[in-house]
Every structure is written in C-alpha cells, then in structure tokens.
C-alpha cells in the first residue's frame, strides 16, 4: 500500500497570507489526524477527523481549521499566516477499531515544510 | 502542554550498547506509543502498549509500562548507527483520540 502522502513538501509564504495544505491517507484509513512540529513546542496536536467529522481540536487559533472529504483525503488552512506559524505540518492516518478505545497506531506523512517571511 | 516528558533529552552511546528511554505523563490513559523520527522527517511507529498490558517486545525493542508511576521506558539493544533518532513517546487521554507527544530523547550511536 502507498504511505501517507502530503502536499506541497515545502512551503514559503509572507505574513498575512494564507495556505492550504493537503494530505492523502493510506487507503482504506478513516481517520486522519495533524501536528504541528517546532524547535520549541515539539510536536502539538492541531486536529483530528474521522469520516469527516472532527473529533477532537488541539489548542490552536481559529485561524487553524481543517476538513476532511468522503475519500478520507483531508486539508488544513491556515489564515493570516504569522512568522510563529513557521513550522513542519505533519499529517498522520489510521484506521482505528470501533471496539478499541484511544489512539491507535498512527501513520505518518513526510510533512509539509511551512516558511512563512 | 505536553503529556509526556521523555529523559534524558540527550543520549550518546556506542554501537552494540542498550539504550534506556524513560516517558512520563500526568493523566490516565488508554494507550502509550512510542514512535521515531530521523532528523526533520515523518514520525514511524514503533510500538503501542495499552493501559492494561506490561510489558511489550518487538525486535530489539522492549518497551514497559507502569501506570501506577504514569512511567514507559524504552529500552534499544544492541543499538546501531541506524538507529541515530529523536524517539518519541505519545499518549492519549481517557476518551480521546488526540496524541499529546512529548519533547523526545535525541539518541546518537556512534559507530
């Protein structure tokens, strides 16, 4: 099966603009999940959707949102972008068992380098 | 915030030496995993170990839990070269499918 694929790969952009970044999940996940990853933060859940509803949101601004389509292919926006929103996105799948309760295995993209000048 | 603390921050060793990685977390949890990441790239999955399970294997790897300590470590044998990484551990929260990773140990093995 092909891995998780994200795009673009690399990203620069100016504040105030805005982006959007795209994820295809292995085939046959339901669930697609992003992190946002910096030097300083570490690794920080943004969101998670599942059959296209959003499960569960991390402690972003709204001006982070996200949408997941009936394919499972999901998309992040960002608006307004800022110099602190400069970071790896990266987008994970799975495909979690009704009966099993919490996070299962997550499958990882090579993420999205975001520049933003 | 971050869930989990992993420690040491930093680990040096050389080929063919164990390396010993210790998580931390503060809530109750339904599963722990601990995943890799080589500099810059995606996160690959090691292991998962769920709340009711002790102890877990899978190659070189051996990872524990104590759920009383809110504590996992990791434990690598006979470390390669290969596996020069950050090492992650993630936990959920009861009823939640969002990961909360911590700050990850950088392991370098020199050869």
């Known amino acids: 099966k092909a891995g998780v694929t994200q795009t673009p790969r690399y990203l620069i952009k100016t504040r105030g603009q805005q982006v959007t970044l795209s994820c295809s999940p292995i085939s046959g996940h339901r669930s697609v999940s992003w992190y946002q990853q910096t030097p300083g933060q570490g690794l920080q859940f943004l969101f998670e959707y599942f059959s296209e509803t959003q499960r569960n949101k991390g402690n972003f601004p709204g001006r982070f949102s996200g949408r997941q389509f009936s394919n499972s292919r999901s998309e992040m926006n960002v608006s307004t972008l800022e110099l602190g929103d400069s970071a790896l996105y990266l987008c994970?799948?799975?495909?979690?068992?009704?009966?099993?309760?919490?996070?299962?295995?997550?499958?990882f993209g090579p993420g999205t380098r975001l520049t933003v000048l | 915030s971050q869930q989990g603390e992993e420690d040491p921050q930093a680990l040096s060793i050389q080929e063919g030496e164990n390396a010993t990685m210790n998580c931390s977390y503060k809530t109750s949890i339904n599963n722990l995993q601990w995943y890799r990441q080589n500099s810059g790239r995606g996160l690959v999955h090691l292991i998962l170990i769920r709340s009711n399970e002790r102890e877990k294997h899978s190659g070189r790897l051996r990872v524990t839990l104590d759920t009383s300590k809110k504590s996992s470590s990791l434990l690598i044998t006979a470390s390669r070269a290969a596996d020069t990484a950050s090492y992650f551990c993630a936990t959920d929260g009861a009823g939640s499918y969002q990961l909360t990773f911590g700050k990850g140990t950088k392991l370098s093995v020199i050869p």
């Open positions: 994970a799948s799975s495909n979690p068992g009704l009966a099993t309760p919490g996070a299962d295995t997550q499958y």
